[in-house]
Nanobody
């Protein structure tokens, strides 16, 4: 079983930056693919970004490409999401997810059911 704990959310003005962290328990973190999803009020949870077990492959939703960067530190069992040039439409609860199979494809990365474990989420609010 893997437990995921997100942190780093908060209130920021449009154009600002935040870095989200997701700390994972367990010794097998380095073999997992990791993803970030978000859910705005009244909307479905949507894919944001994902990274393979080695960090060699990364994936982004078109809406965040060029603004967000995903990375991981397997020694610290942590995955990060650096968010720059934030927009009000980025406001959502951001969830970290782990997938036991460490490799990803474009389709798999963006599919919620492909992930086995989820965190509780961290709120990101971007004011205009």
């Amino acid at each position: 079983q893997v437990q995921l704990v997100e942190s780093g959310g908060g209130l920021v003005q449009a154009g600002g930056s935040l870095r989200l962290s997701c700390a994972a328990s367990g010794r097998t973190f380095s073999s997992y693919a990791m993803g970030w999803f978000r859910q705005a009020p009244g909307k479905e949870r949507e894919f944001v970004s994902a990274i393979s077990w080695s960090g060699g492959s990364t994936y982004y939703a078109d809406s965040v490409k060029g603004r967000f960067t995903i990375s991981r530190d397997n020694a610290k069992n942590t995955v990060y999401l650096k968010m720059n040039s934030l927009k009000p439409e980025d406001t959502a609860v951001y969830y970290c997810a782990a997938r036991e199979i460490g490799e990803l494809s474009t389709v798999v990365a963006g599919t919620r059911k492909e992930y086995d474990y989820w965190g509780q989420g961290t709120q990101v609010t971007v004011s205009s």
